[in-house]
């Protein structure tokens, strides 16, 4: 019998624009930060609604100048998800502060603000909420808790952006929103990320840490007079996004909405078909005040989670699984004492998450020949 081909996991939706515009790029000579990036960062505050967007070259660069510009660091600790990827935890560590985790709901896999509450010390300064799989966080909720205990509240909205909250983008729910267009995410740039807000000040801060703590960035310095002059204000780093990235970014981000609609309607017939096997699985449940993306697909296999992966990769379908908890690898035991039985939600979903292929590159039948597959292993 002849194998079907196989299905990735996931593959990006590069389409002419794109092409058209890096070209168009690379033709122009101007290659890093300028006009395209300027372009793009506009784009991001019409589409999410925010007065600032800050384009960088990831979302963990984001997220790490997110801490700085608040300034948070070294004695500070900064609450998170410990059900989320690297990038969430080691930035709190980068920026000298001590990551705090609290465990998620059972249903969302988010933070549970309940238990937000008994993390916060005099030493917490903010709150990460990651809006996990593209499913906002309790927004409401957690923003109460950091008005009554004045902490900052940094949304990662690394599969959020297109999501939305009580019928709001999300992008503006706290002091500062990072966004990931890494390639696999909503949106993508190869690598990137951004960062939105309401506050030009802090907007700058953030523009001038991405580029050595300089004080104007390289677009102006060289359109300027004395454009060989410059300071050094902050020990910054170097994250900014380059116009071959934001050249990319500009048509993914017209077609947001169109890629989220896709990937919404790949759910439902997931969610329909899979909830025909009750006890085996359990489909993401979707609150509902949001509306959620699906940058993941997370499905909850009760019996054998390993051999469910294994077998859809002999059916030619690859999976994945998202996330390994931060406290169960080695630097987060070693430094924090943290281990296996800390965050018994966090765990228990870990143990049976299974990440379907789910994006916009998928035909309609791909996602059929996924729920067969399914259908095949949980009843043979
Ligand atoms: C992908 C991801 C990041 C990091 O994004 P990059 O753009 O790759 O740096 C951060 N948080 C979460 C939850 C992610 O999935």
């Not at 809006?131 to 906002?136: K, N, V």
């Not at 909720?141 to 009580?166: P, Q, R």
Request: aromatic share 10%; with cysteine; hydrophobic share 35%.
């Amino acid at each position: 019998m002849k194998k079907p081909p196989t299905l990735p996991y996931y593959q990006p939706w590069i389409g002419e624009e794109e092409k058209n515009q890096v070209i168009d790029t690379l033709d122009s000579g101007w290659l890093t930060t300028g006009p395209k990036t300027k372009k793009f960062e506009q784009e991001i505050c019409t589409y999410v609604g925010a007065q600032q967007a800050v384009a960088l070259n990831s979302c963990t660069g984001a997220l790490h100048l997110s801490l700085v510009a608040l300034g948070i660091g070294i004695g500070d600790e900064v609450i998170t998800s410990p059900f989320t990827f690297a990038a969430t935890g080691n930035v709190i560590h980068h920026a000298g502060a001590k990551p705090v985790l609290v465990d998620i709901r059972r249903d969302t896999y988010n933070i549970d603000p309940q238990r937000i509450e008994e993390a916060i010390t005099p030493r917490t300064k903010a709150i990460i909420p990651v809006h996990y799989a593209g499913q906002p966080c309790d927004m409401t909720e957690i923003l109460e808790i950091a008005k009554s205990h004045n902490l900052f509240v940094i949304e990662d909205g690394a599969h959020a952006i297109g999501a939305e909250y009580e019928g709001r983008q999300i992008g503006t729910f706290g002091d500062m929103t990072c966004f990931s267009f890494y390639a696999t995410k909503n949106i993508t740039t190869g690598e990137g990320g951004a960062i939105t807000l309401n506050d030009e000040l802090l907007a700058n801060r953030l523009r001038s840490l991405s580029l050595h703590g300089i004080s104007k960035d390289a677009w102006k310095r060289y359109s300027s007079d004395t454009s060989w002059h410059y300071e050094i204000e902050d020990f910054g780093w170097k994250y900014n996004m380059t116009d071959i990235q934001a050249a990319l970014g500009i048509p993914q981000l017209q077609r947001l909405d169109q890629f989220v609609t896709t990937r919404r309607k790949y759910a439902q017939i997931y969610n329909q078909e899979l909830s025909q096997f009750p006890g085996s699985v359990v489909v993401p449940y979707e609150s509902p005040n949001v509306k959620h993306t699906y940058h993941l697909y997370p499905l909850l296999v009760e019996k054998d989670r390993n051999g469910f992966i294994e077998k859809m990769h002999q059916q030619g379908i690859e999976c994945s699984v998202h996330f390994i908890p931060l406290h169960i690898h080695p630097i987060y035991g070693r430094e924090f004492g943290l281990k296996w039985g800390d965050f018994p939600n966090a765990e228990w979903v870990y143990e049976r998450e299974v990440s379907l292929p789910l994006y916009p590159m998928m035909s309609e039948e791909d996602v059929w020949r996924v729920v067969h597959s399914v259908g095949k292993i949980l009843m043979p």
